[in-house]
């Protein structure tokens, strides 16, 4: 379970942190009137939209982080054989980079007003991360040739289910992405889909990120890294 | 009983949601069915809560009734008191406590307790509560199911889960079961988001975290854990559920089922088990922390005094909730897991066991010194300490490693959890109902009715429970169909087992006499007014009852003073609104 | 005034049930009184908790009682009060914990004299293995279980060839002679469990699990299994012997000759 120990040690310093800056030690009897540490919103829907966001990452967080524990307990056991890793994933993973890029892009060219910019980067951003999904079931279809099945043995098993479970995160965010699409061809303005753009992009990123720690792991890069995370525990 | 006049609340600007920016129902289906007002979601997710506890009251009865006379009720055989066992448990821990708490309280308390017109994202919110209704479809519908429910305990424990001497492992009870459970979270994560969001976004004006009730603290706190927590249930139902249809072996090692070699290898049956106490004990903490605070400010309200250490409250509700993720393995200490882990999950279960009891002390110091009136609401309060103070302490037997080893697994365990976890919140939830209630009707509950109702509950689960933790102690095991002949069991126990069930049913008969006063007293109660308890906090405020969709009229409230102000020396009243500007306040003076 | 009597009611009356009921835990025939004086002292400490605080609650109940005119004190919190009461909790967690942590590390060390023995759980019945006159067991294999070797044991290993197997029976065991179990099962989750033993522990398929205790009386006791392992959970029932060291010797030179003969043509 280090992972997810980890994971949550994380999340708990940040928590910490953000509690010390709430007055938590503060004696609230003692204070009366509009009190004065209360900053101002301005734009309540976005900060709303991004904190929401910000709070399901860590849940999305948590639920790779626990695949992960669960992975990293599964693989000392002596049936595990590792799954070769099909070469298509490194293309995958570039197209994924390509689409982050490229939020990116759409991101500050939405702040900049620039409508042409906006669209293109949203277009490249959808084709690459559909490209990306395409790759996914490209290494499927290439392992189950192979002979690596679900059921033969459980590092194929957690390979499907890693790779299926953050494509299904992705396809998510492609029925997001989609929709802010849809918005720009219809019109409207940069300004007003700069919300959309900029959550887009930081789930983006944070799949990618999703992305290259399953590579590393599935790549048994991580290996050393996880083997220290179950020493803290056992 | 003085209704707060709006007039108080000072020409602040709204501070918030613009109320032309709430989508406004037009038809009676979105109106009441598909409604994105939160509190119509929250009364929603509560009475589809309790009917689920309804349905597992049933169930209780049914396994009472095999354990009180084993073999006079012959419908109830081997197969269906597993399943009802099973049944009994999911839903009330998951589908009763857990969506009642954070669905229910929660979309109800927190928009009016913060100061926010509704939810930061209303139409998620919507969608959660229809994402949860169909869970519990999926769960009622393995009833329907060849094979029936699941039998294989609430804990799904893989291998026997999915194997056929199982009811359910080999038929659609598991599957139905694992699939509920994984739409459930999906569900409950939109809900969570929620939640979360609008105590972090959607303050009203002044409303700074340290000013907020414990009630919005605990929820807010149980929903966070609930969210980090819930994911690890999901991930283990995903890999069962692979295990189970796709012949995968995640938790299942080479196995001879009734003579037959399965096709299965190397998989480890520890590794469910920490998944899903992952996730079962902060469970325990997300059910019970939303109860801490509701109760603290029960007892608060009805003996007319601050909580005692307030600031203490609020960090022990932290404290407990950072530590219920570094205890799950005490669930584990007979498992077969590595016996070194029974050190380290000891002694941090035993350091939870401070903050707990910190929590108590601080109620019953409210009491001290107070002005009690025992009004239903707080009776169920007070009932609630002394069951969670026993159902505490005896968790410290079962926490503390070497002293769990002869009671695990023992009607001492059932006996544990269930005044722990099932009749604490419970009493909490009842209270809760009567507190509110006049807020959400606009009509007070019937007090003589209420009053049976707390006394037969209270005293009948404690007689229930407590000479329970004895048969545990006896050695009597959990989860048998029935004792039959054991040598170091005495006959007096199948006495106690039958007086028991008795008991039970009277308990169970009385919740009707609750549900017949919901109902009853919608028409006929006595009409409460606004705020009928002379409460501080914002939900009673409002300037209609019960509140419409926006809660706020006009304008959002500003927040002036914390939760407590209850008896201030010099005030005109023994409470001042959280939205009450005034100058006049004892306590310290100092401003800011 | 009649809900702090009530109270009261509750907080002697769970007292006094707990001195006078009959319901107590069945006489220890293990070295583990240890565990029984840790759940003693646990109930002494939580005990007066709950009386302290349900006695104090009642009190407040009738004494702060509304009446007209009262009014309630205001105190927002008193640091001294709460920090004394934390130490002082603190203090009584450790009182239990420090004990409780001392006799499981006795309880996971397991004396180098010790015999190891062999437990095997399946659905719905209990087998046993002992090691023949060489002292040992054998190696097994899940994957070896068939009709004519159930135990799944490696034919290969000389050490199980003289392996004691005791079927759906009885486990016998001697007096005063510490043992080692080394648990296992062959399809689910079971537990070993003997209340007179006072110990317990799942049997976990793919892997070995262990609990070591020394009998320190004879009689017969049964074996309980007490990890819920499908409908037949509450029939899985078993018993353990022990006997004095002389008459069971006496019989594990009967059962070693038999088992030597059942697997001997195997073996070649």
């Not at chain 3, 317990?200 to 320190?216: A, E, H, R």
Request: aromatic letters at 14%.
């Amino acid at each position: 379970m280090g992972s997810i120990l980890v994971f949550l040690t994380g999340l708990l310093i940040v928590a910490i942190w953000w509690l010390s800056r709430q007055g938590v030690l503060s004696k609230p009897w003692l204070e009366q009137g509009v009190a004065v540490d209360f900053t101002e919103k301005s734009d309540l829907s976005s900060s709303a939209a991004r904190t929401g966001l910000a709070v399901f990452l860590a849940v999305v967080g948590s639920l790779f982080a626990l695949f992960l524990s669960a992975y990293a307990l599964r693989m000392q056991l002596p049936d595990w054989r590792d799954v070769p890793l099909p070469a298509i994933l490194w293309l995958n993973t570039g197209m994924l980079i390509l689409s982050s890029v490229a939020l990116q892009g759409a991101r500050k060219a939405a702040r900049e007003g620039e409508e042409d910019a906006l669209k293109l980067g949203l277009l490249a951003a959808g084709v690459t991360a559909l490209a990306f999904l395409s790759g996914q079931l490209l290494a499927w279809r290439q392992l189950n040739a192979e002979g690596y099945l679900l059921a033969s043995n459980s590092a194929n098993a957690f390979f499907y289910v890693l790779t299926g479970i953050h494509g299904l995160h992705l396809l998510g965010g492609l029925i997001a992405l989609g929709r802010t699409i849809l918005r720009a061809w219809r019109g409207t303005t940069p300004e007003r889909l700069q919300i959309s753009v900029g959550l887009c992009a930081t789930y983006w990123h944070f799949m990618l990120l999703v992305w290259l720690v399953l590579l590393s792991v599935l790549a048994g890069w991580a290996g050393n890294v996880i083997d220290i995370c179950r020493q803290i525990l056992s | 009983m003085t209704d707060v006049p709006l007039g108080h609340v000072g020409p602040a600007p709204a501070a918030d949601v613009e109320d032309v920016e709430l989508y406004h129902p037009h038809s009676w289906i979105t109106k009441y069915v598909f409604s994105q007002d939160a509190k119509v979601i929250a009364i929603q997710y509560s009475l589809t809560a309790l009917s689920v506890g309804l349905i597992a009251l049933v169930l209780s009865w049914l396994m009472r009734l095999q354990l009180g006379f084993p073999g006079v009720f012959t419908f109830i055989d081997a197969n269906a008191y597993y399943q009802f066992i099973t049944m009994h448990g999911m839903m009330m821990v998951v589908y009763v406590l857990t969506a009642l708490f954070l669905g229910g309280f929660g979309n109800y308390l927190i928009p009016l307790m913060v100061g926010a017109r509704d939810m930061v994202f209303p139409y998620v919110n919507m969608l959660s509560f229809w994402i949860y209704f169909l869970a519990v479809l999926i769960l009622v519908a393995s009833f329907f199911a060849p094979g029936g429910p699941t039998g294989a305990g609430w804990t799904l424990y893989p291998p026997q889960a999915i194997l056929s001497g199982t009811p359910g492992g080999q038929d659609w009870g598991i599957i139905l079961m694992l699939v509920s459970l994984m739409v459930f979270i999906i569900g409950f994560t939109m809900g969570g988001l929620n939640y979360v969001v609008t105590v972090l976004q959607g303050r009203a004006r002044g409303m700074t975290l340290m000013r907020m009730p414990l009630t919005v603290w605990g929820i807010f706190t149980a929903s966070f854990m609930a969210l980090l927590a819930f994911p690890a249930l999901f991930v283990g139902a995903v890999m069962m559920l692979f295990d189970r249809a796709l012949g995968t072996s995640f938790f299942m090692p080479a196995i001879v089922e009734m003579g037959q070699t399965l096709d299965r290898n190397g998989g480890s049956p520890l590794l469910f088990q920490h998944l899903f106490w992952f996730f079962g004990h902060p469970e325990v903490y997300i059910v019970a922390l939303p109860a801490f605070g509701i109760v603290s400010d029960l007892i608060s309200t009805h003996a007319r005094r601050n909580i005692f250490g307030y600031r203490m409250m609020v960090w022990a509700l932290l404290a407990i909730g950072a530590l219920s993720f570094v205890v799950w393995a005490h669930h584990m200490y007979v498992s077969g897991m590595n016996p070194y882990f029974g050190f380290f999950f000891a002694t941090t279960t035993l350091i939870i066991a401070i903050p707990t009891a910190i929590k108590v002390y601080n109620w019953v110091l409210t009491l001290w010194r107070g002005d009690i009136h025992l009004n239903v609401p707080m009776l169920f309060a007070l009932a609630f300490i002394v069951t969670f103070l026993n159902g505490g302490l005896t968790g410290l037997f079962l926490g503390n490693v070497v002293v769990d080893v002869p009671l695990s697994d023992t009607m001492f365990v059932v006996a544990h959890f269930h005044m722990v976890m099932g009749v604490a919140p419970i009493l909490v939830i009842f209270g809760a109902i009567y507190h509110w209630y006049p807020k959400v009707t606009g009509r007070m509950l019937d007090d003589t009715l209420g009053k049976i109702h707390f006394w037969v509950t209270f005293l009948g689960a404690y007689l229930i429970f407590f000479p329970m933790h004895y048969l545990g102690l006896m050695g009597v095991p959990r989860r048998y169909y029935e004792i039959g002949e054991m040598s170091f069991v005495p006959l007096s126990a199948h006495t106690l087992n039958a007086f028991i069930t008795i008991v039970a049913l009277i308990v169970g008969a009385v919740q009707l006499l609750f549900v017949f006063n919901l109902f009853w007293s919608l028409r006929h109660g006595r009409a409460s007014g606004g705020n009928p308890w002379r409460a501080t906090t914002l939900e009673w405020q409002t300037p209609e009852t019960p509140p419409p969709h926006g809660n706020w009229g006009k304008e959002v409230p500003t927040v002036y003073r914390w939760a407590y102000d209850y008896s201030v020396p010099g005030a005109a009243e023994d409470y001042i609104p959280q939205n009450q500007p005034g100058t006049q306040s004892s306590a310290g003076m100092s401003h800011g | 005034m009649a809900v702090a009597l009530i109270l009261v009611v509750i907080a002697l009356g769970s007292v006094v049930f707990h001195l006078l009921s009959p319901w107590w835990w069945t006489p220890i025939a293990s070295n583990w009184s240890y565990i029984d004086t840790t759940i003693v002292i646990t109930f002494w400490i939580t005990g007066a908790v709950f009386v302290a605080i349900i006695l104090f609650m009642a009190y407040c109940i009738y004494r702060f009682r509304h009446q007209p005119g009262r009014q309630a004190h205001y105190e927002p919190e008193s640091k001294r009060l709460e920090l004394w009461l934390t130490v002082v909790t603190g203090v009584g967690v450790a009182a239990m914990l420090a004990p409780g942590l001392f006799v499981w590390r006795q309880f996971i060390t397991v004396p180098q004299d010790a015999t190891d023995i062999e437990i095997l759980g399946q659905q719905w019945q209990w087998s046993f293995r002992l090691p023949g006159p060489d002292g040992k067991l054998g190696i097994t294999d899940t994957r070896l279980v068939s009709p004519d070797n159930p135990l799944g044991i490696s034919k290969e290993d000389p050490n199980g060839q003289d392996d004691v197997i005791v079927e759906g029976g009885e486990l016998r065991l001697p007096v005063d002679k510490p043992v080692k179990a080394l648990l296992r099962s062959v399809d689910v989750i079971h537990n070993f469990y003997v209340p007179e033993m006072r110990a317990k522990m799942d049997l976990v398929p793919g892997q070995v699990s262990y609990i070591w205790f020394t009998p320190t009386r004879t009689g017969t006791f049964e074996i309980l299994c007490a990890e819920l392992c499908g409908v037949g959970h509450p029939q899985m029932r078993g018993s353990v012997v022990v006997q004095e060291q002389s008459e069971y010797q006496a019989w594990l030179e009967g059962q070693a000759s038999r088992s030597f003969a059942r697997l001997a043509p195997a073996a070649q």
